[in-house]
């Protein structure tokens, strides 16, 4: 070690601080420094890749942690007070003894901090000693290290299975085609395995790579936290720059799947590698109680003061009245005597200490404590547990359950949310006709009947008898038979499973062909023009434009074998000159039967001889494919191939193709294979693929054909972005087709969207070679920049996605999660305001609404959609008003229809502008919920911001995908749905579930309970404090305001600490005011926590007076039994202390709803505790304690009569009112509470009769079930078909005595909205 | 389209696997379901309305009024004799001793008071002396002594607590005992004579002993131990400044009781709660015999007036009580009793009628309406 001036060293901080802090970081390989000093190595400024996430260290713990705890004021206002003790002219009884509180709360949080951060700390260690392998110079060979030992420069090697230790540029992998599979599960949570490749044109795929070849200058952006953006480029010294982006990069955290190994270069190590800079603890949020509950705090502190201040202006005039000094005035020390006024401002201090306790010292830490238990039982909640994802639910802010109990708005996201985010194709319209897929549609509508005869409201029936699949025709698949899904089923069944067969069956998700359509196609094989047939391009363009990865459906992952097989195939010309010959040679037609195989009408024989491939293989694979037979073959390719797919559409769009032998078979970044109905499989060569955004709506993939060696561009995206981009009609050549394609496939795509379905769009473009080059440079120039990449990658993508020709449009349905509708419904009845927010269409998500019972038939919708503010005002204003004088009427007060408002994109962002957002906001609070469609990420959160600031109400958000994070960060609660679309909306979330109808017991039972338990307890608290202070106060009326205390110093800390802390908490953790069932049954019950709930001032100041009262009659009976006695001081506290005791837990003892076998040993037990451990001390303490010396009071007290005689006839007179109160409340005016509690004593069976009655009696109408027929699609020829006998089906199973009358009543009403609404 | 969907159930269950559930449980996060995960746990569930709460009053009610009453008797039976001596009249015989009285006086100021018993007091009479407006529990004067000291330890002897302040030493030596407690000790005498009709004065024995607390007498207050000549134990302390004997002469006339346990001191050292109180000073022992304790009559009460009240406007009382297994005359608690228990009473008859209303109006179930 060579000694280096300060000087230097400072020098040498600073420049590394510069180094760091640069927008550029130009980095080169370490290998040519190994084994030189620090000061020599060229990326000695960058952080090395040990990680320490620990707050602490050992030597440092107790100041940091001190300093830690002590940003939170109260423990600094304890403290304060604690110090205070110390002050001589206060006069305290013992100021060490004053620490004691303090110090215990101090040290319990500091235990829990150290314990936490030794846990951190052991995985930290963990992490850091994790082996990988870095290329080491001296040994010309990747050596086993530790991940510590990683630094920027480094080239390491990872092998398949195991995690990335930091952030690498890939620059190497064992697959030829240089791509790595990764996962990113540790990450993101998404399952999915993503591509990454190694960075262009730098290393040669050379078998071994070699690291010390690699002289490259690696220039990247600073580190920054967006997991999803990278940008760097490699400078090799001819200066020539290639570009490298996310796609290159592997992020630490990640695990290498199906990728034999892989040589990365180290960009960035340790913490700032970008999932370290994500890792942010867990969110802090404060709940609204927590917010009320310290302005009480605030209260009770100037009610401490007022009463200090009572106490010091009282002892000056105790002191004034003094004629001369009495014996008992004790001067001070030097024999003098402070004068009244002085001593008067000292008392103040006295009192104050003498007084604390009126601020509850651990009410902080119990309220910690409840949060704690209370996430545990959510999250140990069975009926919150998804069986099929195997999944809890997630608590990730840990102070906001009581939250949950008082929300009033939610905001739900549709697709994911609401739906099931699993896609499934539908129908299509191509080249502007329609093919319904009717096959389909009735098997759907078989398993729905299945389903819709399960539809009794609270019924807990077992498993539905599998009829439905008997009774489906095309259920001839033995396999399906043989594996029925009884494992997936069960756990679902133990919940409020109300007929999901169909969601999970694996019917559910095949696509049945349509029999047209599959026509069509064989009519296009057969013909001759295959290459450029609509209906081939149409398929090979699901098939093609897409970004899903292709692997085998094993769990282990391991890596796909397929390509040995096939190797040959990736000779482009073989292919062509084979498949020129063979044109025209395969065709086929049909038998009767869906899903019967194709047979091949004709076999050129010579084509097979001709193939590369193995022809009895391809017989037979091919076969597989047709006939959906599983696994039969070894070598089996279709049915063993798995596709994951970052969007489910894309992943249903291929399975779609799939089912029409459009097989997808490999994806790599510069191929694709995909296999035809005629069995040959045509690799395309991909030039560039335009990935998906949101302000383009559409992605394309550029690929070279392998036969006609064009240039083909497959776009698909949302109507409105495909259909301005169109040129002339497709495919002039068909015969007498003068339709106009454009116009009938937007027809279809309209009556997609108002059955509820996803369209797409699909078409195609041929770039010539000369466009494509001079493309393809810019595309590159984009590439490789640094600065504005996003923006000039938009750009060059819009350049070519134009003139395109339409080739057809999909609807891809995303089916609703079960027990949507109910929850809903439920969620609605606990007078919580639902507002859906969807990019989708207006169509779509109206049809949506209905199906889910966001929307009734019998409402008044208005529809706000208008193209310019100036009629935007004007509408706004007319439905306002219109609205209002509905409200107004008095013939309307019973029958109003609820108001529903449906808002688009365009004109929510006009409403949102600062002069309308507060009529908007008055129009939406009397809507009963809310719809708008087509809304941005940021508008969402706009949009609940609003409602939250300008209603100040509580809200709550739950989405499941990334556009949803910015609402879910916006609400007071933000939920995240673990689905289908990765886990970001779970990482910003408060609380994470897996299903929507999880909200429901989430809200109305958990939420519920945690706000009446945190609520009643925190009052509790409050009430318990000034209760058993008040005792102390009232005697300073005694004893001259002297600040004398009557209790045993150490026994008034017990008391707090000991013997009355144990059942609030325990209140706080168990009490249940009312059983979960009754809750989920009556969701109207959810109202009484909502607003200011069972917290609010009123009951905060009625406890304080109950305390108030209590305290006098707990002071002033034994004052009058004992008085002129020869009682002394601390004889006389004894009894006090013990009336103290029983009146605030048989307090407690009437607030609690539910006495289990908990609470009577608590309750039990801190009698029993407070006996023992007093009389244990009093027969001690001899002359432990001065001055209290409590040596055999209470003992000579417990002989005494008296003393029982006092405590009986106190805690009766202190709890008359409180008791007396209660039974006149519930006798006389009972709150919906105490009458929920009064069924809750039923036995279940009457209970379940009683709430089904009350709810048909109280308004069928809600209790309705509606399906997704109820608006029927007025075009299309299908919805008959599609649901034949839906609504009688489902109306007749149901209770509807009120529900027809209410329904023909409404009828008019429902008419009558289409006279609000506004074009 | 299905092979995603069939796939992934081939992985998990494969039909007719013998580990199908078994093994996947046991990893699975699926929570436990047991009662009190769930929420669960059997519970009774009272709920306060009038119906359930009728008998609670009934009950308290029947309770209160005979303990009500028991204790309004007993307190009635016990007879009391009170009379001020302070002397704040001038026509009182102690006023020239009230006026005169002050803690320098090295002679003792004599009055005497006559009084008269109209009720003869049976059993055990205790003679007690009132103080009022004394702030005995003042919160400096309450800390002004030394614990250790008066339990004998040697060191507090020497060197007693600063709690003490300023009555700790005197000069360079230590006082024992020290404080403003002891300081202020009570120190008038009184005697009492019965003054027979024929007019002569028997005087009335007074006993002294078992007026402390026991545990008091024997394990709280100790003199210093390894001397048995307590002024040898008390050597090297001064007596407190109010004082006019040493701690070891407090009872010139029994040896045991001088020192800290003497029991005037030790009665005085354990303060009172309120500024008006009672402390115990004699006990008059029952005769035997048929003939009372204290026979109606006139008395005298002959006061060695020490203790000056009227600095702080106190006053000085001698109270003549028996007691009772509820100690002293005190009404109030039967009253109390007597009081609550009617309330209760009446409550449940009002909550019986309130019940029996609701009960007929709405029925057990119709009462329960959800109100939005």
């Not at chain 1, 920049?785 to 057809?808: D, F, H, V, W």
Request: contains cysteine; neutral net charge; glycine residues 6%.
């Amino acid at each position: 070690m060579t000694w280096r001036s300060p000087l230097a060293v400072v020098r040498d901080a600073l420049r590394g601080q510069r180094a760091r802090e640069k927008d550029l970081r130009n980095l080169v390989s370490n290998l040519p420094y190994e084994g030189l000093e620090k000061a020599k190595q060229p990326n000695r400024y960058f952080l090395g890749n040990a990680i320490k996430t620990t707050k602490y260290t050992l030597l440092l713990f107790i100041p940091m942690n001190l300093f830690e705890q002590f940003h939170r004021l109260a423990n600094l206002y304890f403290v304060g007070l604690a110090i205070l003790n110390f002050v001589p002219v206060v006069n305290a009884f013992q100021p060490e003894v004053a620490l004691i509180p303090i110090c215990v709360i101090l040290s319990l949080t500091a235990l829990k901090d150290a314990w936490e951060d030794f846990r951190r700390y052991k995985s930290d260690r963990k992490l850091n000693n994790t082996p990988c392998f870095i290329y080491s110079r001296r040994e010309k060979e990747f050596m086993e290290r530790r991940w510590k030992d990683l630094r920027v420069g480094d080239f390491v090697k990872i092998v398949c299975n195991e995690i990335v230790p930091a952030d690498l540029l890939l620059l190497h992998t064992a697959d030829p085609n240089g791509v790595c599979l990764i996962e990113t599960a540790n990450l993101d949570g998404e399952t999915n395995l993503k591509q990454r490749r190694v960075v262009p044109g730098l290393c040669i795929s050379d078998p071994e790579f070699e690291p010390e070849s690699f002289n490259g200058l690696v220039v990247c952006e600073r580190p920054n936290i967006n997991l999803n953006h990278f940008k760097c480029y490699v400078e090799k010294p001819d200066k020539e720059k290639v570009g490298a982006g996310l796609e290159s990069l592997l992020l630490r955290g990640c695990t290498v799947r199906n990728t034999d190994h892989a040589v990365g270069f180290v960009v960035y190590a340790g913490h700032e590698t970008k999932s370290m800079l994500n890792n942010n603890g867990p969110r802090y949020k404060r709940s609204k109680l927590e917010r009320k509950l310290n302005t009480d705090v605030i209260f009770c502190v100037i009610l401490l003061l007022v009463m200090c201040l009572i106490g010091a202006v009282g002892h000056f005039l105790w002191l004034q009245a003094l004629a001369t000094v009495p014996p008992y005035l004790v001067p001070q020390s030097t024999g003098h005597l402070d004068s009244p006024a002085l001593s008067g401002f000292y008392m103040f201090f006295t009192m104050i200490i003498l007084l604390q306790i009126l601020i509850p010292i651990s009410l902080y830490v119990s309220i910690e404590l409840v949060k704690i238990v209370q996430i545990y039982l959510i999250t140990n909640d069975v009926d919150l547990y998804d069986e099929e994802t195997d999944s809890r639910m997630q608590c990730k802010a840990l102070n906001i359950t009581e939250d949950l109990g008082q929300i009033e708005y939610i905001f739900s996201d549709k697709t994911g949310t609401l739906t099931e985010n699993k896609m499934v194709f539908r129908r299509c319209s191509i080249m502007g006709t329609e093919y319904p897929h009717k096959e389909n549609a009735i098997r759907l509508t078989v398993l729905d009947e299945a389903e819709s005869e399960e539809e009794v409201i609270f019924n807990q029936r077992p498993q539905p008898s599998r009829t439905g699949w008997s009774l489906d025709p095309e259920d001839t698949n033995p396999k399906d038979k043989a594996q029925p899904p009884f494992s997936r089923h069960k756990g679902r069944v133990l919940g409020n499973a109300q007929g999901d067969v169909a969601f999970s069956s694996p019917l559910e998700t095949e696509v049945i062909p349509d029999r047209k359509l599959l026509q069509q196609i064989s009519r296009a094989e057969c013909s001759g023009r295959r290459l450029t047939d609509p209906y081939l391009d149409f398929f090979l363009a699901l098939a093609i434009c897409n970004t899903v990865v292709v692997s085998m459906a094993t769990a282990s992952r391991q890596r796909k074998s397929w390509l040995p097989h096939h190797g040959r195939t990736n000779n482009p010309l073989d292919t062509l000159s084979s498949l020129v010959k063979s044109a025209g040679s395969f065709c086929h037609i049909f038998t009767s039967g869906q899903r019967k195989p194709m047979q091949k009408c004709s076999l050129s024989e010579d084509y097979f001889q001709e193939e590369d491939i193995n022809p009895p293989l391809k017989m037979e694979t091919n076969e597989n494919t047709n006939d959906k037979k599983k696994t039969r073959s070894p070598s089996a390719t279709s049915d063993n191939l798995s596709y994951e797919a970052e969007s489910p559409d894309e992943a249903a769009l291929v399975y779609a193709a799939n089912a029409y032998d459009f097989i997808l078979l490999a994806r790599t970044p510069d191929s694709v294979t995909v296999r035809l109905p005629s069995g040959e499989d045509l690799v395309f060569e991909v030039l560039d693929t335009l990935a998906f955004d949101s302000n383009r709506k559409r992605m394309s993939v550029l690929v070279r054909h392998p036969i006609t060696r064009e240039c083909v561009l497959y776009t698909k995206g949302a109507d409105v972005a495909i259909m301005e981009l169109l040129s002339t009609p497709y495919a002039e050549h068909l015969s007498g087709s003068q339709k106009n394609i454009a116009a009938d496939t937007q027809h279809h795509l309209d009556c997609y969207a108002k059955e509820g379905l996803r369209t797409l769009c699909i078409t195609k473009k041929v770039v010539s070679d000369k466009v494509y080059d001079s493309w393809s440079l810019n595309r590159q120039r984009a590439q490789a920049a640094i600065e504005n990449r996003e923006e000039l990658l938009m750009e060059t993508a819009m350049q070519l996605e134009t003139n395109l020709s339409l080739l057809g449009a999909t609807g891809i349905e995303d089916r609703l999660q079960e027990n949507v509708p109910d929850t809903i419904v439920a969620l609605r009845e606990a007078g919580i305001q639902v507002w859906v927010l969807t990019g989708d269409k207006p169509e779509t998500a109206v049809n949506i609404s209905y199906a889910c019972r966001l929307l009734e038939e019998e409402d008044l919708v208005i529809n706000m959609s208008c193209k310019n503010k100036l009629i935007c005002t004007s509408i706004l204003d007319s439905t306002l008003e219109e609205v209002r004088r509905y409200g107004e009427d008095p013939r309307n007060v019973d029958t109003t229809p609820d108001i529903s408002l449906v808002i688009d994109g365009r004109t929510l962002a006009m409403v949102l502008s600062s002069d309308l957002q507060d009529r908007f906001v008055d129009l939406a609070k009397r809507c009963r919920s809310v719809l708008c469609c087509r809304v941005t990420p940021l508008q969402k959160s706009s949009v609940v911001k609003l409602v939250r600031e300008k209603l100040k109400v509580m809200t709550l958000a739950v989405g499941d995908g990334a556009n949803d994070v910015n609402m879910i960060q916006a609400a007071d609660i933000g939920i995240g749905i673990s689905g289908q679309e990765g886990m970001q909306a779970v990482m910003a979330s408060d609380f994470a579930i897996s299903r929507f109808k999880h909200l429901k017991k989430l809200l109305l039972v958990h939420g519920h309970w945690s706000h009446t338990r945190l609520a009643n307890m925190i009052i509790y608290f409050f009430y318990k404090n000034v209760a058993y202070v008040n005792l102390l106060f009232w005697y300073q009326f005694y004893c001259g305001f002297s600040g004398t205390a009557m209790i045993d110093y150490w026994l008034m800390i017990f008391f707090n600490l000991f013997f009355t802390s144990v059942p609030p908490v325990m209140f706080g953790i168990m009490d249940k005011d009312i059983s979960a069932e009754m809750l989920m049954g009556v969701p109207e019950l959810y109202r009484t926590g909502q607003g200011t709930g069972d917290y609010n001032r009123k009951t905060f100041w009625i406890s304080i007076l109950d305390a108030f009262y209590q305290s006098l009659v707990c002071f002033f009976i034994p004052y009058l039994a004992y008085q002129d006695s020869d009682i002394d001081v601390f004889t006389f506290g004894t009894p006090l202390n013990t009336i103290s005791l029983f009146t605030i837990l048989l307090h407690l003892s009437i607030e609690i709803k539910t006495w289990t076998l908990v609470h009577w040993v608590v309750m039990l037990g801190s009698v029993a505790a407070y006996f023992i451990v007093t009389l244990a001390y009093s027969a001690i303490c001899i002359t432990c304690n001065p001055p209290s010396n409590p040596y055999w009071i209470l003992q000579s007290q417990m002989a005494d009569p008296m003393f029982y005689l006092v405590c009986i006839i106190t805690t009766v007179v202190a709890l008359l009112p409180r008791y007396v109160f209660h039974v006149l409340r519930n006798s006389i005016a009972p709150s919906p509470l105490t009458q929920a509690r009064h069924l809750d004593r039923l036995d279940p069976s009457s209970r379940d009769q009683w709430i089904k009655e009350w709810r048909s009696f109280r308004g069928g109408g809600h209790v309705k079930r509606s399906r997704l027929s109820t608006p029927p699609s007025p075009t299309l020829e299908t919805p008959v078909d599609i649901y034949p006998q839906s609504p009688t089906a489902s109306d007749i199973t149901e209770d509807d005595f009120t529900l027809n009358v209410i329904t023909n009543y409404q009828r008019p009403v429902h008419t009558r909205n289409k006279d609000v609404v506004a074009s | 389209m299905a092979s995603s969907y069939n796939a992934k159930e081939e992985d998990g269950h494969v039909p007719g696997s013998a580990g199908h559930g078994g093994a996947a449980e046991a990893k699975s996060k699926k929570p436990d379901n047991t009662a009190f995960k769930q929420q669960r746990l059997p519970a009774w569930q009272p709920i306060l309305t009038a119906g359930t709460v009728l008998p609670a009053f009934f009950v308290i009610g029947l309770i209160f009024i005979p303990i009500g009453i028991g204790l309004f008797v007993t307190s009635n039976n016990i007879k009391e004799f009170e009379i001020d001596y302070t002397g704040v009249n001038s026509d009182s015989p102690c006023y020239s001793c009230a006026t005169n009285a002050s803690w320098n006086n090295t002679t003792p100021c004599l009055c005497s008071l006559n009084f008269t018993l109209s009720q003869p007091f049976e059993s055990n009479v205790y003679m007690y002396y009132g103080l009022s407006n004394f702030y005995q529990n003042h919160r400096r004067y309450v800390k002004s002594r030394d614990d250790s000291q008066l339990y004998g330890d040697p060191n507090a002897l020497k060197s007693p607590s600063k709690e003490c302040e300023p009555y700790r030493m005197s000069g360079a030596q230590p006082i024992a005992p020290c404080g403003a407690i002891a300081n202020s000790l009570f120190n008038d005498t009184l005697e009492l004579y019965h003054i027979e009709p024929n007019g002569t004065r028997n005087l009335i024995p007074l006993v002294k002993k078992g007026i402390a607390w026991w545990t008091d007498k024997h394990v709280k207050f100790r003199n210093p131990e390894g001397n048995d000549n307590l002024t040898v134990a008390f050597q090297g302390t001064t007596k407190p400044v109010n004082w006019r004997n040493p701690v070891y002469e407090l009872d010139p006339s029994d040896p045991e009781n001088n020192g800290f346990i003497n029991e005037d001191f030790i009665v005085w050292m354990r303060t009172a709660a309120l500024p008006t109180f009672r402390k115990l000073y004699r006990i008059i022992q029952k005769k035997s015999g048929p003939t009372p304790t204290l026979p109606s009559g006139n008395y005298v009460l002959n006061i060695a007036y020490n203790y000056p009240v009227t600095s702080f406007d106190g006053r000085k009382r001698m109270i003549l009580s028996t007691i009772s297994w509820m100690g002293g005359k005190n009404p109030f608690l039967g009253i109390a009793y007597i009081t609550v228990g009617s309330i209760c009473f009446f409550l449940g008859g009002g909550f019986k009628q309130a019940a029996l209303n609701i009960w007929s109006v709405h029925g057990i179930l119709g009462g329960v309406e959800l109100s939005d």
